[in-house]
């Protein structure tokens, strides 16, 4: 009997030393921040099982365990070399490798995370439904456009920044109305929440940089690329 090996020969990739250095590189950081995400996840943990009265503080609790637990196991696939999908872009004779599992893992954390800032300004649901709505396409339309081959894939950009500005219309104008009407302190408690959608509009922000730098243009290499992801992961996400 001919051995399978003969029949099906595994094809090894020809990589230059360059690249298995790059490759090496991006497996590292994929590692330390699963590290970092499994860490944050026990602590999360913790402060959510000391937690006994049902309140919003307990609900934004369990929103940290469930972001930074699908945090680390998007971040255990993509360090396993799982999840990516490499794409010719046609024109230019390049090739880009879209980490799906990155889009996926944002389809989840997106719309938790803003449900935290629910929680934080007491937004009426029919706003809450809507952004978080909103905020789940964003990512898929990044993901498509990462898997197109050729110019459609700035079409799908320009569709997720499209549904990203709901999300800003809701957090910046009656997010912060109703974080303003809580507590004795309305004022100074609506300019700290105001400062909080700050910093998640600019990871939101962010994020689209990254893309239309890397997945998109292919303009800078992938340990930049993931490094520039990962930084923005911890900020957003812890």
């Not at 020969?9 to 590189?25: H, I």
């Not at 995400?37 to 009265?53: D, E, L, P, Q, R």
């Not at 396409?137 to 799908?156: A, S, T």
């Not at 004022?187 to 994020?207: H, K, M, P």
Request: aromatic content about 14%; hydrophobic content about 45%.
């Amino acid at each position: 009997m001919i051995p399978y090996h003969v029949l099906f020969p595994r094809v090894q990739p020809d990589r230059s030393t360059a690249e298995e250095k790059a490759t090496s590189n991006v497996l590292a950081i994929y590692w330390a921040l699963f590290t970092i995400f499994v860490v944050m996840t026990g602590v999360a943990s913790m402060i959510a099982y000391t937690m006994t009265n049902v309140t919003m503080a307990k609900m934004q609790s369990y929103c940290s365990v469930a972001i930074l637990a699908t945090c680390a196991t998007a971040y255990y696939a993509m360090a396993t070399a799982e999840g990516h999908t490499r794409v010719d872009q046609g024109s230019n004779d390049n090739e880009v490798s879209p980490r799906s599992t990155r889009h996926i893992l944002y389809t989840l954390t997106y719309p938790l995370t803003l449900l935290q800032l629910h929680a934080l300004s007491a937004m009426d649901y029919y706003s809450t439904y809507f952004y978080t709505y909103c905020s789940i396409f964003i990512p898929i339309c990044r993901l498509i456009g990462g898997l197109e081959p050729f110019n459609y894939r700035w079409g799908w950009y320009a569709l997720s920044w499209c549904w990203f500005v709901p999300v800003v219309h809701q957090l910046v104008g009656p997010g912060r109305r109703s974080a303003r009407q809580l507590g004795v302190s309305g004022v100074q408690y609506g300019e700290g929440f105001g400062r909080l959608v700050g910093v998640v509009l600019a990871c939101l922000t962010a994020y689209g940089i990254i893309w239309g730098l890397a997945e998109g243009g292919n303009t800078i290499p992938m340990s930049a690329e993931m490094a520039a992801y990962g930084v923005t992961d911890l900020v957003f996400h812890v």
